[in-house]
């Protein structure tokens, strides 16, 4: 899938230069790393408050695993590539495919390279060139020693879906700076060196325009916490490996990022970035789980065959299969987007479709990896299910993905934001027939047919259920959303499949397609 699809967007020569890097990412992820992985399966995190002497010293230990993770993401350039621009605007795309092979075998170590790099495309669109000089260097470094990861700090006991009820007050200090007070309730990856947060400057009014941007140094140069007290670490369903911790904040030192106010919107870069990461997420923990059932029912056994002959075996792993390619080719198409958006090459019709299909793609690729997971631990039977098998681990890594970083409600309502600012819409359904009219085989006409009918099925009712009022339209968003997504994935599906089948004499992205098509691309009812 993902060889396939680089030869389509990269030129040959371009892709001569990152072909290495990848292979060799795709060798650690593999074998080094994956042995690791497995060995470090009971392994968790570790917060410990108190030293011998009675001084709290919040002190975070990571696993083996992660401390690895963190060197081979530095060295690397997992972050980095993306920030070097050394193949123009595909240098995103180049680091998406990083950050595909690297993900699956380092237990969500993707969170804080994702936070990183959402931090470092904020700081460098706030142009506060002091935080530039002072963070970016180290958030984009190739250095492990030199190298920081960043947390992001928006959740509150009070939301994470509507920060605008934040209660984090930030008060002017002697140094030009602030101080926080507040209690933050989800901040993962709390070994970070920086984080970026949402506090309320005395005097400002309330809601999420009150809100300002801050930039904080979690600790001094002896290691101790900056006024930060870690109450503890969430014991949670998965992402086991992240430290995510419920912090009070007692007058920990802060900077303005941009502003005094406007810190929903401005902290919004970070939030591209990361829904960016989530859906390379989704879809590289949808290839590993694919891979080991693929290999699984090489193996097993049943009624005399292995499964992999068994037609209903194969036929449930050809719908696996649909999804995770529909999946990854949204996910890389807004990587790709992105990185035009980035070398500032992106036209002003296209920045309004990367809007509207980043919430979409991250919604509908969170739900497709939680269904594909699900699947793939029954393709293993009652061993899908056991601890030792590592197995399980993919689920709940996997369950994470609609919930952090806008729920998939959260994101269909900013669905329809996107819609209200210009057309984005025709943006969409000028994309899709992009895709469809470069089809010309006779055997992807069926699908084509279904994703224009969705398409037309989605904007006729967005049409109608405008005019009935917003409750009817927030109502079916999420519906609507998903047609969007499932709809783009499937145009970029059969846009694939015509390549590959005039360039690489291969069905198997066809095959994908016709599958795709009758999976319900069509949600809205
Ligand atoms: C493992 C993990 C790590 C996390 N790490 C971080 C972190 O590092 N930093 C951080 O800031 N946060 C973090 N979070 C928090 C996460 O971003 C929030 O949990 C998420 O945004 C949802 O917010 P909430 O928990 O307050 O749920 P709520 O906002 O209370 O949502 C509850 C339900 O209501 C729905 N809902 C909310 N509003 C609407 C609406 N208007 N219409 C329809 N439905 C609605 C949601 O979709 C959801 O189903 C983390 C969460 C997890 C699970």
Known sequence: MLRSYLARVFPID?????????????????????????????????????????????????????????????????VATAYEQKHGSLSRVYQCALAYLFTPSTDIYSCPLAMTDGAARTLLSSENQALIDRAVPHLTTRDANEFWTAGQWMTELTGGSDVGLSETVAKPD??????????????????????????????????????ALFYIETRDE????????????KDKLGTRKVPTAELNLVGTPAQLVKGSTD???????????????????????????????????????????????????????AGLQAESEAAFHLAFYVAELTGRSETREILEDEALLLRLLTPVMKLTTGKQAVMVASEVLECFGGAGYVEDTGLPLLLRDSQVLPIWEGTTNVLALDTLRALDSGDSLGQLQLAVTRCLDAAREPQLADAARVARTSLDHATNWFAHVRSLGQPALEAGAR???????????????????????????????SASARRFANSCVDLIF
């Open 174 to 211: 002697d140094a030009n700076g602030f101080r926080l007070y507040g209690r933050k309730w989800f901040t993962s990856a709390i070994g970070s060196q920086i984080a970026l947060t949402l506090a309320r400057p005395e005097g400002n009014p309330p809601g999420g325009r009150g809100l």
């Open 222 to 233: 002896h290691g101790q916490p900056r006024n930060i007290e870690i109450n503890r670490l």
């Open 14 to 78: 371009m892709l001569r230069e990152i072909e290495g890097s990848l292979a060799e990412m795709g060798r650690l992820a593999g074998a080094d790393l994956y042995q690791l992985q497995l060995a470090d399966r009971l392994n968790e995190p570790r917060l410990t408050q108190w030293d011998a002497w009675g001084n709290r010293i919040d002190k975070i230990e990571l696993t083996p695993l992660w401390r690895v993770a963190e060197r081979i993401a530095a060295e690397h350039g997992v």
């Open 263 to 317: 810190g929903v919107r401005n902290i919004a870069p970070l939030l591209n970035i990361t829904r960016l990461w989530n859906g390379i997420s989704a879809v590289a923990l949808m290839r590993r789980g694919l891979a080991l059932a693929y290999d699984y029912a090489g193996k097993r056994v049943a009624f005399g065959a292995p499964l992999s002959e068994k037609p209903l075996h194969d036929d449930t792993l």
């Open 479 to 509: 519906r609507f959303a998903l047609t969007l997504g499932r709809t783009m994935e499937l145009s970029l599906l059969i846009k694939h499949a015509q390549w590959s089948h005039d360039n690489e004499q291969n069905g198997q992205a």
